[in-house]
């Protein structure tokens, strides 16, 4: 028997803990298996398909599932609904202006509002749009708009067993190659996320923005940025990158978002609200164009969608969100998770990232093909276990080819355990780890799933499924 250790201990120090207490509480369900067969049969085996009533811990995203803070409430009883103008919509635009340093903002009721609008004014048909891996929403949409996606990502990326401390980095030789072959008029913009969702929440480092701005500054080409997880990404910065230990995250975040052109963002992650978003440029043509459009689609542009409350509660969660110590207990608890799981020798992306645990569910179950939707079956299995709700990062998220209407097969078969914000305890973590221990110990059984119903867009929010027999 060894004696159990303190998170703190482990990492052979102190122990620390979360900069917040808890003033309201929500009751969750609790629920027996046969109820969970039902719930997940009538589902179609999609996690996205369950009622959350019948949910327990809800890993589904990370996306409009904080809690927000007193001060955040309490800002919502400050919103200013007037159709035009709303004071709101000015603290919002300084709060942006200040922590993430653009000039010119257009809000969005979340982040795929505003990767329509980027997407719609910055490329022009046939153009290409080179990124570090795709993001479901922000690829769909740049292809909408007539763009082509090439990934640029480094090749360790596509490897869950390469531990590089910044993973979600572009190659630069993988830019030079598509000037060489297209011209640099070819190219939209670079699409650079940071973190990199789909690889797992991981980091790009400053040396790799840097270089980009560089590069882009050579080929005359712009550099757009997805902020939705930047903040976390500042703090692997300060973590991990030589000569940022003593910045702060804001100073970090804020001198990044410096070498780029513009950026989209989905709030409803990195700024701690249930939803919101925005796109925000230095150029003033650009903006004008987001800011024409934007009242077809979304809004008048002092709104895009939003109620002014949700503009107040953003401001205030953009603040909240730079802090140290709250990033640092954000980021420790999916890394506690993290650790738990490599104890027992549980297959998945390395190094922990951000925002979830992404389980590799090609490691976990050999005896599927990617045909049998590995990750989708490891999904549905943990529901089954105890409720937990994770979601599919696989075959199924990646769609499919639109020239040639075949699967797209991504390297990368994950399950993805996502951390809310400030909502669920380390007692809570204990759980899921124990689960995903008991999945993993009986995963020889496991025969995977049919597709039995694929809608047109964005499949994995809405296909259903079948258990092989
Ligand atoms: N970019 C990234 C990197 C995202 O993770 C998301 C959403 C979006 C853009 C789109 O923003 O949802 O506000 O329209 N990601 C969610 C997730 C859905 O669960 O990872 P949105």
């Excluded at 190094?351 to 093909?369: E, S």
Aim: some cysteine; charged content about 25%.
């Amino acid at each position: 028997m060894t004696t159990p250790k303190t998170f703190g201990q482990q990492l052979g120090r102190r122990s620390w803990a979360e900069p917040w207490k808890i003033k309201m509480v929500e009751p969750l369900t609790m629920t027996e298996r046969p109820q969970r067969e039902a719930a997940l049969t009538a589902a179609g085996y999609n996690t996205f398909l369950l009622r959350s009533r019948d949910v327990y811990i809800d890993l589904l995203t990370d996306s409009g599932t904080s809690a927000m803070s007193d001060r955040q409430w309490a800002g919502m009883m400050l919103g200013d609904e007037a159709y035009a103008g709303s004071e709101n919509y000015y603290h919002l635009e300084a709060a942006v202006q200040q922590y993430y340093g653009y000039k010119y903002l257009v809000p969005t009721h979340q982040g795929r509002g505003a990767e329509h609008l980027i997407s719609r004014s910055a490329i022009k048909p046939g153009q290409y749009v080179p990124g570090n891996m795709y993001f479901t929403t922000t690829r769909l949409h740049q292809e909408m708009a007539g763009g082509i996606f090439v990934d640029v990502i480094g090749d360790v990326a596509h490897d869950p067993q390469d531990r590089s401390p910044f993973k979600g980095d572009i190659d630069i030789s993988k830019l030079d190659a598509l000037v060489a072959k297209e011209g640099a008029a070819k190219i939209a913009y670079i699409s650079l996320a940071a973190t990199v969702n789909m690889a797992g929440g991981q980091p790009v480092s400053m040396a790799n923005v840097k270089a980009l701005r560089a590069w882009c500054d050579t080929h005359g080409v712009k550099l757009y940025l997805d902020a939705t997880r930047a903040v976390e990404n500042a703090y692997f910065i300060q973590e991990r990158e030589e000569g940022y230990a003593d910045w702060g995250v804001a100073d970090i975040l804020r001198d990044f978002c410096g070498y780029t052109d513009g950026a989209w963002m989905s709030a409803k992650k990195d700024s701690l609200v249930n939803i919101g978003g925005w796109v925000a440029v230095n150029e003033w043509e650009l903006f004008e164009e987001m800011r024409n459009l934007v009242v077809v689609f979304e809004g008048l542009h002092t709104y895009g969608g939003l109620a002014g409350r949700d503009m107040e509660a953003m401001a205030i969660g953009i603040k909240e969100s730079v802090q140290d110590a709250y990033i640092r207990a954000r980021i420790g608890q999916v890394r506690y998770l993290g650790m738990l799981l490599e104890e027992w020798g549980i297959p998945m992306m390395e190094p922990v990232g951000g925002h979830a645990i992404f389980l590799d569910a090609r490691r976990f179950y050999p005896q599927l093909t990617q045909d049998d939707f590995p990750a989708q079956t490891l999904a549905a299995e943990l529901y089954l276990d105890s409720g937990i709700r994770a979601m599919e990062r696989g075959i199924v998220s990646a769609g499919r080819d639109p020239k040639t209407g075949d699967h797209h097969r991504p390297k990368l078969e994950l399950t993805r355990l996502t951390i809310p914000r400030r909502v669920y305890t380390q007692a809570h973590m204990d759980v899921v780890a124990e689960s995903v221990k008991a999945v993993f110990d009986a995963r020889e059984r496991v025969r995977g799933l049919t597709m039995t119903y694929e809608p047109k867009y964005l499949r994995f929010f809405q296909a259903r499924f079948e258990p092989k027999a």
